[in-house]
């Protein structure tokens, strides 16, 4: 059964703080990874990975994958306010026979303070 | 990107009914995705489908069953409501090779 941990549950720290938040994975035959964030309605995409040691960047969030070790880095910049948010991790792979599912972690819970 | 839009942001029904969430997507895309969300269990998958009346069950199928006639629409079926399904379903939708996208979102109450 496919399988993703996300560290730490939950995080407060105040505006310009450089957050890293943690995703380890265990999947059959790896495909992506993704990440999203959630604030009050649906999930929005972030990132997608699939190759290791190649970070990915938009403004202050970059991403990183280690395939080798099984798992994704997402740093935040300089946070704001607005990035309070829950972030959430997924991984798709080739469990059962379909190559179409994401398994999703539990999210990690943002909280920037001002 | 695909675009996702779910019928309804919120829905109140009652044990016993039959209830029906609807998800269309813009895109002429094969794979949707019905998840449901709750708090400290993450997002779950339901059922998804990859072609008009192709279905796979996902992790939690029991209670819901789905229908996929029009590419474009893949609705989530609770053929009959239970106070344990009240909960957040999201719809994805994915291209190929694609991230899934999401909709909005129904907030679900089974009274």
């Known amino acids: 059964e496919d399988k993703v941990v996300q560290s730490p549950l939950s995080l407060v720290v105040h505006e310009g703080d450089t957050v890293t938040l943690n995703c380890s994975y265990e999947v059959t035959n790896f495909r992506s990874l993704l990440w999203y964030k959630q604030e009050k309605k649906a999930p929005t995409f972030l990132f997608m990975l699939?190759?290791?040691?190649i970070e990915k960047k938009s403004g202050r969030l970059s991403s990183i994958l280690d395939k080798k070790e099984l798992f994704s880095i997402l740093n935040i910049t300089a946070t704001q306010t607005g990035d309070s948010a829950v972030y959430l991790c997924?991984?798709?792979?080739?469990?059962?026979?379909?190559?179409?599912?994401?398994?999703f972690g539990k999210g990690t819970l943002l909280t920037v303070n001002p | 990107d695909v675009k996702v839009t779910q019928s309804s942001r919120y829905l109140v029904k009652r044990t016993g009914e039959k209830v029906f969430l609807e998800c269309v997507q813009d895109?002429?895309?094969?794979?949707m995705f019905w998840y449901r969300q709750d708090p400290g269990l993450g997002l779950r998958l339901i059922y998804f489908s990859y072609d008009v009346k192709m279905k796979e069950k996902g992790d939690i199928p029991e209670g819901y069953s789905v229908s996929r006639e029009k590419k474009e629409r893949f609705s989530l079926i609770l053929e009959s409501a239970s106070t344990n399904q009240t909960s957040m379903y999201l719809c994805?939708?994915?291209?190929?090779?694609?991230?899934?996208?999401f909709g909005d979102g129904t907030r679900l109450s089974i009274l």
């Open positions: 699939t190759s290791s040691g």
């Open positions: 895109m002429d895309h094969e794979n």
């Open positions: 997924a991984v798709r792979g080739n469990s059962g026979g379909s190559n179409y599912k994401l398994t």
């Open positions: 994805a939708g994915q291209g190929s090779n694609q991230p899934q996208h």
